[in-house]
């Protein structure tokens, strides 16, 4: 988060760098594809619970052709996604920073209606799959790592999946589950790291809490803005992580 490569995705995204979890997620998302190739023109990317996030069109200024996913809008009204605006109405929403000429986005950006719970089999393959803290919202983790094997299944052949979520930085043993967040442990990241390898996929996961002052220092409610690399939530720690998994060629 202090090099040089975070700051300068940071301002490609319209932010100002910030030690802040939610924009390294977004950070992490970008480099890994851009290092793996996939930001360029021609290539296609499908996006699982787009919100509002600014990839979506940093990504189609680049030339990438993007199908963006959400819930329903009845469903977001009723789990509250939509009165904190985290939630897309359409693919308008998605260029609402001004990332990407319009012309450029209308031409690059589709939009569509998916329940991550119930992945629909017309989708096709991509170059990249991504999704950004959505995956701990599918009521288990059950969910959540069924989650990652269908949307590895929408791989091309040496396609990306990339996707961040909430880690249990407390206990690898006790967590919570069945609840509208779910936090993930070790050993739910190393079953599903697992379940990939069987199918062929490589695997990148780091553990790796880090071990300067704010790596230690455990934000509590009502969140900070800035300086917030790890939170509690119920009685649990815990921090943004991030899986890669390679389909191979």
């Not at 996006?47 to 509002?52: H, K, L, N, T, Y």
């Not at 939509?82 to 109405?89: E, F, G, V, Y």
């Not at 170059?127 to 969910?143: K, M, N, P, Q, Y």
Request: aromatic share 10%; with cysteine; hydrophobic share 40%.
């Amino acid at each position: 988060m202090r090099s040089a490569q975070f700051a300068q995705i940071a301002h490609i995204i319209g932010e100002v760098p910030n030690l802040h979890r939610k924009q390294w997620e977004f950070c992490y998302i970008y480099r890994v594809l851009e290092t793996a190739g996939m930001l360029q023109p021609g290539k296609r990317g499908l996006v699982f619970g787009a919100g509002r996030e600014p990839l979506v069109a940093a990504f189609a200024a680049r030339g990438v052709h993007v199908l963006a996913t959400d819930m329903a809008p009845d469903l977001a009204e009723e789990s509250g996604w939509a009165d904190t605006s985290q939630h897309a109405w359409g693919k308008e929403a998605l260029n609402d920073r001004g990332l990407c000429p319009p012309e450029v986005f209308d031409a690059n950006v589709e939009f569509r209606v998916v329940d991550m719970n119930h992945i629909p089999d017309d989708l096709g393959q991509y170059d990249f799959v991504w999704s950004a803290c959505a995956f701990e919202h599918l009521g288990t983790i059950r969910h959540g790592h069924d989650f990652i094997m269908n949307a590895a299944d929408l791989l091309a052949p040496g396609g990306i999946g990339v996707h961040t979520t909430e880690m249990n930085c407390s206990s690898n043993l006790r967590t919570l589950d069945n609840s509208s967040t779910v936090l993930f442990r070790r050993r739910d990241f190393r079953a599903m790291a697992q379940a990939l390898g069987k199918r062929g996929f490589e695997v990148c996961m780091n553990f790796d809490q880090g071990d300067e002052p704010l790596d230690r220092y455990v934000d509590l409610p009502p969140y900070r803005g800035d300086e917030h690399l790890k939170l509690k939530i119920a009685k649990w720690v815990t921090t943004s992580f991030g899986l890669v998994a390679r389909r191979p060629a």
